[in-house]
């Protein structure tokens, strides 16, 4: 029987992040413009700002998902664009 190989989750640049929200949360080009003015999300944008990449298993990143599914910037919803995070 052969091994089944692992396959971590890929580390994303905060380009790939947004088209990932966009392609699988279903996040428009308006919702990311009102998702980025939206003072609720402040923090959560700093954060991507200072991060080299977006990584799958940063809690910060799971809240920051919650918060635009919360406030309707994410249709599709966070559990959407965690199952489709690309792997390596």
């Not at 200072?50 to 599914?69: M, N």
Request: proline letters at 7%; one cysteine or more; aromatic letters at 4%.
């Amino acid at each position: 029987m052969p091994l089944k190989t692992l396959k971590n989750p890929a580390p994303l640049s905060k380009t790939q992040f947004v088209k990932l929200c966009q392609r699988a949360g279903g996040t428009t080009d308006t919702m990311l413009v009102q998702a980025r003015a939206d003072e609720q999300l402040s923090a959560m944008w700093i954060k991507i700002e200072l991060a080299d990449r977006v990584e799958k298993a940063d809690p910060d990143l799971h809240e920051g998902l919650q918060a635009l599914e919360a406030l309707g910037y994410l249709p599709n919803g966070a559990d959407a664009v965690m199952s489709s995070w690309p792997v390596r």
